[in-house]
């Protein structure tokens, strides 16, 4: 019995451990959401600015605009931003989920475990690179992920962008979109109407100048939106974690009771039974 005691203790002492590295995880994540809520207005208004200013400008284009010579490609491109590290429960599968029946288009995945989802799914993966871990990180990301969005259009190799991100929905929620962000010729009819701007350049040079910042601008925002949730579902995850770890500690401690109780009881016994020997 002094064996189960020990041992039943040895794991209080391992499942207490654990809750402490749990709550370490779950004030890491809490800290990160906080950041990113802070900064998600700015980067989402950022890129409307961008989005409003380059949709003005092809207002200004013939009635049936054509796009840049650059951009006439072949192929598609879908950006998907997965998570970079684990404990974040179905995350990276909700976001997959929707390239499964995509064929023919050059996935560009962002995140280590995002990455290994795709692949587990027999998803091929033309393009990847990790995801930003810490708010700091997040432009450059970005701006990294606009490089190689850039140089796959000089070389021909693209012609629409996707972003599929999960966006964050506040609290421990998300959810995942997928929209399209070039080419943007069917979206400048929002502002067909709106006054022309005043300009110094041609309307094409204009637009095929402000499209880098636009790209630049959506992924930026796309890498908030998808940090914050990555630590929204690690948050989550921890959470329930953290309950199971508390309802386990419960039941030993309960267990640990009961064993020393026990102890008690037989030492008791002992105790009586050689008292009445004594006595005859």
């Not at 207005?41 to 054509?66: N, Q």
């Not at 475990?113 to 091929?124: D, I, Q, V, Y």
């Not at 399209?180 to 005043?198: D, G, H, I, R």
């Not at 995850?237 to 026990?262: H, S």
Request: hydrophobic share 45%.
């Amino acid at each position: 019995m002094t064996e189960r005691l020990a041992e039943i203790e040895s794991r209080l002492t391992s499942m207490r451990e654990l809750s402490e590295i749990i709550s370490a995880m779950r004030g890491l994540a809490a800290m990160r959401i906080q950041e990113a809520e802070h900064n998600l207005a700015s980067t989402r208004a950022y890129a409307g600015i961008v989005r409003e200013s380059l949709l003005r400008a092809m207002s200004m284009l013939p009635e049936t605009p054509r796009a840049p010579a650059a951009h006439q490609r072949t192929s598609d491109g879908i950006v998907v931003f997965g998570a970079e590290h684990g404990l974040v429960g179905d995350f990276n599968g909700r976001v997959v989920v929707s390239l499964e029946k995509v064929s023919r288009a050059l996935l560009f995945v962002i995140g280590a475990r995002g990455m290994a989802t795709c692949r587990e799914r027999g998803l091929p993966v033309a393009w990847s690179c990790p995801m930003a871990t810490h708010f700091n990180a997040i432009t450059a990301t970005a701006r990294h992920i606009s490089e190689e969005l850039n140089r796959r259009f000089s070389r021909g190799e693209v012609n629409t962008i996707e972003i599929v991100v999960a966006q964050f929905a506040g609290g421990t929620q998300s959810i995942v979109t997928r929209r399209q962000v070039l080419p943007v010729e069917a979206q400048a009819k929002v502002v067909s109407n709106a006054t022309p701007p005043l300009v110094n350049l041609r309307p094409m040079v204009l637009i095929e100048s402000m499209l880098e910042e636009y790209l630049f601008a959506e992924l930026v925002d796309a890498a908030m939106e998808s940090f914050a949730s990555e630590n929204a579902a690690r948050l989550a995850t921890m959470q329930t974690a953290r309950r199971n770890v508390e309802q386990k500690l419960d039941d030993l401690t309960i267990a640990a009771r009961a064993v020393r109780q026990d102890e008690i009881t037989a030492e008791l016994l002992d105790i009586v039974i050689g008292a009445q020997a004594a006595a005859e």
